[in-house]
């Protein structure tokens, strides 16, 4: 069965102590996986495509990775606006469906 | 601000009644989705149409169905409602077909409460 599932379901950093958000996957071949910001009450904003191993994207203070397993979402010297739940999805080769998992929700404090 | 319009924002509503949500896609994108998303159960992807047709059925309901427009817009049909089904419902938008390669583009979202 797909399935993903995100690590920890919450965490709180001060501000400049970087970490890593954990997603991990199990799915029958993977066309895709994305990573998602999402603001209380707004929809999900996109941050990433990664497509296979070893791939690696960048965005101001945020570096995905993905393995053949997982990916990570690095945040170096996180800010306050960086406060935000943080979504992974992928999708399987076969069909066209997207596979969320709960999230991540991020505290930056000041 | 994403292009995806989704009307209306809120919408408060009695069990088993019915309602429909609408979508409207970024400018050029062929393929919409709706998703729900509850506190307990995360984004569920629920259906996905490209360019008027059906492509892709997740967790629907069959109390849930949809269609989109000769126009791109899409629509939302939940009837029979429970009180479960109070939760945001999402609409995204993207250009391709299996919207494999192309990120999705969220609305803001519908929130539906049923009393």
């Known amino acids: 069965e797909d399935q993903v599932t995100q690590s920890p379901e919450a965490l709180r950093l001060q501000e400049g102590e970087s970490s890593s958000l954990n997603c991990s996957y199990t799915v029958s071949g993977l066309r895709g996986l994305f990573w998602y910001r999402q603001d209380p009450g707004k929809g999900p904003e996109f941050l990433f495509t990664l497509y296979s191993a070893g791939e690696e994207k960048e965005k101001e203070r945020l570096k995905a990775t993905l393995t053949k397993k997982e990916s990570f979402l690095h945040i170096t010297a996180p800010k306050p606006e960086d406060s935000a739940t943080y979504l992974c999805a992928v999708q399987p080769v076969t069909g066209n469906q997207f596979y969320f998992g709960t999230g991540t929700s991020l505290t930056v404090i000041p | 601000d994403s292009g995806v319009t989704q009307t209306p924002k809120h919408l408060i509503t009695a069990t088993g009644q019915r309602v429909t949500l609408r979508c409207s896609p970024r400018s050029g994108d062929l393929s919409v989705y709706w998703y729900q998303q509850s506190l307990d159960q995360g984004l569920q992807f629920l259906i996905q149409?490209?360019?008027?047709?059906?492509?892709a059925k997740g967790n629907i309901l069959e109390r849930f169905s949809a269609q989109q427009f000769p126009d791109l817009h899409s629509e939302l049909n939940l009837s029979s409602l429970e009180l479960g089904d109070s939760a945001l419902y999402f609409c995204?938008?993207?250009?391709?077909?299996?919207?494999?390669?192309?990120?999705?583009?969220f609305g803001p979202g519908t929130r539906l409460t049923v009393l």
């Open positions: 149409y490209y360019n008027g047709e059906e492509r």
């Open positions: 995204a938008s993207s250009g391709g077909a299996g919207g494999s390669y192309n990120e999705q583009f």
